[in-house]
């Protein structure tokens, strides 16, 4: 049955529906759109290299990369690729991988229905062989390179592998050059059978259709295929330690201008539901609070030249893991970082007042409604909220409840010196031969 | 599809974008002076000091918290390049009130604020900028130019530019050089103020629920002198290739060819130059992704940019160094087969139907439907989405052909490893 939830404030209307595979279907229609948005998602990514594979009874432990390789092998089959079957709809398609996730998208203005199947069978139908893996290995080898030349992505890889002892999500997205070079067809089969799986999948449309004619199609379209019973899916992690593998870390770089990257690590990673809601909502508005645009330390870090529009501020939480991360460009990095732990001290003494507290309520509900303007924000974000067991339109309501007790309590508990490390990216010295 | 109004009314044009699909309001001053090497920095100085004081907010730190005020009000100043015009774009966006519990007329404050930015700047008694602000400025403004050199894609297609440009103003970054910055004083900023204030054209973009008479009343009475001449720049074919080699330690070079076409946003085989663009490297099903990535694994991108207003194709891969000769001749061969017609009607069919949706979407935005509109105020030439549309729909074989034909190579920049 397709169910109907109201958000009146927000003027959206939710349809859900459980198929009998276990699929969870989203459809948020919007006839102001020209384009229809969907997204595809398996809750698998980076970090899930340990797991029992469907139907086995070991644990198995695959290469780094193998999610995001995974990725790039679903568009190909039989007859070709499927990028190609999207675009002579003039649709465009794409997919991503993060630490938890990967997510089929296409976009479309026309011909929706047919790209709805389309999404739909080719994420559901693998074929891999050995050539095409092995093809793809160049390509994937060349992304790699790419992001060795980008310092801001070096510089987060960096400190999360000073933050995490065990935990893959220290390990890069895409793998290393030598990581993605024992990846096999086999070992591709194996994460497909056991990730892929209807159960483990979200899809979310937002565009201007009849959610009635779209779950039709939808529930005809699964109705044709069959898989296997569905089994709970065993994921191995590491015994994390609370604290950071190491505080302080630097590396030298093709870069004009050096750069720092603090970061905390949560101690308690495991929140899930309404309490993660509420704790990101909290970690997100005291990081507004200390160093977001309108804070005294970022204005007076900007005047002084300490700081430019490239400082920024940013808070993750999946299920077995939860960092914040602050930084940016900097002429004097050693210096941003001892001003940053002062103004951290300072705010877990002296707490946030209730008038600042407003304010950054104020602007994260205005932010959030902006946010909302793209369907893009809304089926990614939906999704990660659905797996994390929040709901991405209760972010209004929390935060409107929430406080600045709630706020100083979750910043104490966060932002603990213990939990900090930092990352240096200096500029490389030239040596002349 | 949004019908756009426009009005020529207080030495400003403005025009009216209503529509309920958004959850926010969005007002985007767009102001056009020629690209000039004279001017470039200081204007571009010029739009961050007005972003940082205001009559009634004197500080960063008090715009922010006004703007925090408006439930978090975006707020930016842009200063970029359209075709040889230097065009810097104030933009607010803001939530729109219906979605709110509280009852506060967020869209008039934000206009308000807008005005205030442009019209009363942060004055010291004697009437110029401050150079406490000036100078941080200054610090900001040159940190950024710096920074493109770390983004190596970005810094490579600078680089292509200012060697195949170099005797034109489209060369110019639109942020000026950090030597003329240095030199820059506040008498000259206070003269590109007075300038701007009087002769360039100010094109006003509202998207929302405002109404024409909300939007109107908002704006002062401008006294103004216009320069509003759409001056297209002159676009020599080049008679020889030029090639360019750089040396930086990075893992992946950065392979960049500039070719010049004659065609225009303003021409009437436009659609049929963008299909053109389409086929050679817009989309994934481009002969550049296909030849370059997908047969050859040479790179993990390439693609190919149409600069409409300037009349430019930017082809660009990233590559192993060792594969230079191998992907130039691919790249340039790619534009051959186009020109002998070895494209296939379905591939032309494909690329139109991809560009349609394209502008499709881009007109399910605000900012999407701001730029589409400001094409004709770039150009001159009116073309609504309709229209475009249709263009597009109406493009042969035989077009595409005949444009790609008109295309030369101009000069290749080559940005590598220290071994190469």
Request: hydrophobic fraction near 35%; include cysteine; glycine fraction near 4%.
């Amino acid at each position: 049955m397709l169910e109907k939830k109201d958000f009146p404030t927000l003027k959206e209307t939710l349809y859900q529906e459980k198929l009998d595979n276990g699929l969870s279907v989203f459809l948020l229609p919007k006839d102001s759109l020209n384009k229809t948005f969907a997204t595809f998602t398996t809750n698998y990514g980076s970090v899930d290299d340990h797991f029992v594979p469907l139907k086995g009874e070991e644990a198995v432990k695959v290469p780094d990369g193998i999610a995001h390789f995974l990725e790039h092998k679903m568009f190909e089959d039989e007859e070709g690729d499927v990028f190609q079957t999207f675009g002579e709809r003039g649709a465009q398609a794409n997919a991503f991988t993060t630490f938890t996730r990967t997510a089929y998208l296409f976009s479309s203005t026309e011909q929706v229905i047919k790209n709805v199947h389309t999404l739909l069978d080719f994420v559901q139908h693998p074929y891999f062989t050995e050539d095409s893996v092995e093809k793809e290995k160049g390509i994937i080898e060349q992304e790699i390179r790419m992001y060795k030349d980008n310092a801001d992505f070096q510089i987060l890889f960096g400190l999360l592998s000073e933050m995490y002892q065990k935990h893959p999500v220290a390990t890069d997205i895409a793998g290393t050059e030598e990581s993605i070079q024992e990846i096999t067809k086999d070992d591709l089969y194996t994460c497909y059978n056991t990730f892929y799986h209807p159960v483990n999948m979200t899809l979310f449309i937002v565009g201007p259709f009849d959610p009635e004619k779209m779950i039709e199609e939808i529930r005809n379209n699964q109705a044709e295929k069959s898989f296997d019973p569905p089994e709970e899916i065993e994921r191995i992690f590491p015994d994390e330690p609370a604290e950071p593998k190491s505080q302080e870390k630097q590396t030298e770089m093709s870069v004009s201008t050096p750069k720092c990257l603090m970061g905390f690590k949560d101690k308690n990673p495991n929140r899930q539901g309404e309490e993660l809601l509420r704790y990101e909502l909290s970690i997100q508005l005291a990081l507004d609070a200390m160093f977001g645009p309108g804070s005294e330390a970022y204005e007076e870090m900007y005047e002084e030249g300490l700081i430019d529009d490239s400082f920024s501020v940013d808070f993750t939480a999946e299920k077995t893991f939860a960092f914040s991360l602050i930084g940016g460009d900097s002429k004097d990095p050693e210096e941003l970082v001892a001003r940053i732990e002062k103004v951290l001290s300072s705010f877990r003494n002296n707490e946030i007042s209730d008038e600042l507290f407003q304010r950054v309520r104020k602007k994260r509900i205005g932010t959030f409604l902006k946010q909302l303007n793209s369907p893009e924000f809304i089926a990614t974000q939906f999704t990660r909220y659905e797996e994390n067991g929040m709901d991405l339109f209760d972010v209004v309501p929390t935060l409107e409840d929430l406080t600045h007790t709630d706020v100083n309590k979750a910043l104490n508990e966060h932002f603990e010196p213990t939990q900090q490390s930092v990352h240096y990216i200096k500029p490389k010295v030239k040596v002349d031969a | 599809m949004i019908k756009e109004k426009t009005e020529h009314v207080k030495g400003f044009h403005v025009h009216l974008l209503p529509s309920d699909a958004f959850k926010t309001n969005t007002f985007v001053l767009q102001i056009k002076a020629p690209l000039e090497k004279e001017t470039v920095a200081a204007r571009a100085l010029l739009a961050n000091v007005l972003k940082s004081a205001t009559e009634q907010f004197p500080s960063r730190k008090d715009i922010r918290a006004h703007l925090d005020e408006l439930y978090g009000a975006t707020f930016g100043i842009e200063v970029t390049k359209k075709g040889e015009h230097h065009v810097m774009a104030i933009r607010v966006e803001v939530a729109n009130e219906r979605y709110l519990k509280a009852d506060v007329p967020l869209a008039e404050k934000a206009l308000a604020f807008l005005v205030e930015v442009i019209f009363n700047p942060f004055l010291t008694e004697a009437g110029s900028f401050d150079e406490r602000v000036i100078n941080t400025e200054k610090q900001a403004l040159k940190q950024r130019i710096t920074s493109i050199k770390d983004d190596k894609t970005r810094y490579a297609n600078v680089r292509l530019l200012e060697e195949m440009c170099k005797n034109e103003p489209f060369g110019l970054h639109p942020y000026g050089s950090i030597e003329a910055i240095d030199q820059l004083t506040a008498d000259d900023l206070k003269e590109a103020y007075n300038k701007l204030l009087s002769e360039d054209q100010f094109d006003l973009y509202a998207v929302g629920v405002m109404t024409e008479e909300d939007v109107l009343a908002a704006l002062p009475e401008r006294k103004v002198n216009i320069n509003e001449s759409t001056t297209q720049s002159k676009n020599n074919l080049p008679e020889e290739v030029s090639t360019h080699e750089e040396t930086e330690d990075i893992q992946q070079s950065k392979l960049h060819l500039g070719f010049r076409t004659p065609v225009r946003f303003s021409d009437a085989e436009f659609a049929a130059m963008q299909i053109c663009n389409g086929l050679f490297g817009g989309f994934p099903h481009s002969k550049l992704f296909v030849n370059v990535r997908e047969k050859e694994s040479l790179a993990y991108y390439a693609a190919s940019r149409y600069e409409s207003h300037k009349g430019l194709v930017l082809a660009l891969a990233g590559i192993d160094p060792k594969e230079y000769d191998k992907t130039r001749s691919i790249m340039v061969e790619q534009l051959e087969a186009l020109v002998n017609g070895d494209f296939s009607e379905e591939e032309l069919q494909q690329t139109i139907r991809m560009q349609k949706n394209q502008l499709l979407e881009q007109s399910d935005t605000s900012r999407g439907l701001i730029e589409l509109s400001y094409h004709a105020v770039v150009s001159g030439v009116e073309r609504n989405i309709a229209d475009w549309i249709q263009q597009l729909e109406q493009v042969t074989k035989q077009d595409v052909i005949d444009c790609a034909a008109k295309v030369r190579l101009d000069t290749v920049y080559f940005l590598h490893g220290e071994e190469a």
